[in-house]
């Protein structure tokens, strides 16, 4: 019987949070190491994504030439790369990550558009930071010493939101070639927590980066943290996706998105892949919205047009909601009628 099944839900536990870890070390019927988990997670979702739009490899990484590298780790016992081997853990997880980069954002849009004299304090008080909420900045300013904002618009609210783009972002395997030890590269948590570090350890002084939340300074930053994690920079790998669209498979997926009438076959992979590629392209284009969404979703910011931003935000948003009648429903997206078209269904 295979453990694959396990050694994907047991790498979705740790990304989810990496505290899991301490249960997940207790299974001696099917855990293995987190490097292995790692592995069949890659390997398998870029061969999901293969088998539907790149059967020949031809700009996918080509996942069935790992092996030799992971089994390489794993003989020079690497941590976390052979059986009961020491696995290193960030405190947090991408679910901690991704709250605290949806509230910051929210509370930045609040601040803008409610009264700019609010304070960090005052979110506390109305219950808005705590618990999972907070973990993620509450870590980061335990780790660069940085003191407590007393304003939500301050630049170590916008270099926190950066850190979290960064981390949920690797590049490592997907959509770049696999470099070893995958897992200190990949690991939301463990890039977020590597983060910190890099910025307490710089020289650099990376507030004064940020004044006008533009496309240049989030550049900037996001080049130079992610040199200091020795990864490549997730913005400048968006170039590589882009260059998918000269392959003929992905030109005619785009083609069936924009028309909202995909060919039957695996379907749902077809539609999700397409969506993850047009988010790419604005994302390419205007990365510095999509980082700081809360200051520029409230109309202030002060480098792109707000009609854009509106644009951007209908283009992308969720594509099935739950309505007042609690009932799970597509969404209506702009020039098209409601309806994900798909022949013989």
């Known amino acids: 019987m295979s453990n694959t099944y396990h050694d994907i839900e047991y790498a979705k536990l740790f990304i989810f949070d990496n505290k899991n870890i301490l249960n997940i070390e207790k299974d001696r019927r099917f855990f293995l190491n987190m490097g292995h988990c790692f592995h069949e997670l890659w390997n398998k979702s870029i061969n999901t994504i293969a088998s539907t739009i790149d059967r020949d490899f031809s700009f996918l990484p080509r996942v069935n030439e790992w092996r030799s590298g992971f089994e390489d780790l794993e003989n020079r016992k690497i941590d976390g790369f052979y059986i009961d081997s020491t696995m290193p853990y960030s405190p947090i997880g991408i679910r901690a990550i991704f709250e605290g980069q949806a509230s910051f954002n929210q509370m930045q849009y ?66 770049l070639h696999l470099l070893v030890e995958s897992k200190k590269k990949n690991d939301p948590g463990i890039r977020f927590t590597n983060l910190c570090l890099a910025i307490r350890k710089s020289e650099e002084d990376f507030l004064s980066m940020i004044k006008d939340y533009s496309k240049e300074e989030y550049i900037e930053l996001e080049n130079i943290l992610s040199s200091k ?20 498979a992905i030109s005619k997926l785009l083609k069936e998105e924009e028309m909202h009438s995909y ?28 980082c700081w969404f809360g200051i520029y979703g409230s109309s202030r910011g002060k480098n792109i047009d707000f009609d854009i931003v509106n644009s951007l935000f209908y283009k992308h948003h969720a594509m ?22 798909c022949p013989n269904i």
Request: charged fraction near 25%; charge should be negative; glycine fraction near 4%.
């Open 229 to 248: 994690i020795e990864c490549v920079s997730s913005y400048n790998a968006i170039r590589y996706v882009m260059d998918w669209s000269k392959n003929d």
């Open 110 to 175: 609040l601040t803008l558009t409610l009264d700019e004299d609010l304070t960090y304090f005052d979110f506390k008080d109305q219950g808005m930071l705590y618990g999972i909420y907070l973990e993620a900045f509450e870590l980061f300013l335990q780790i660069t010493e940085f003191e407590e904002p007393l304003s939500l618009l301050e630049p170590v609210v916008g270099l926190f939101l950066v850190l979290c783009d960064i981390a949920i972002n690797p590049t490592n395997g997907f959509p």
């Open 320 to 341: 099935f909601i739950d309505d007042y009648d609690d009932e799970i429903k597509p969404v209506t997206f702009e020039g098209k009628d409601g309806k994900i078209h």
């Open 263 to 290: 060919t039957n076959y695996n379907f749902p992979i077809r539609v999700l892949f397409s969506k993850f590629l047009r988010f790419q392209e604005d994302k390419h284009t205007y990365p510095n919205v999509f």
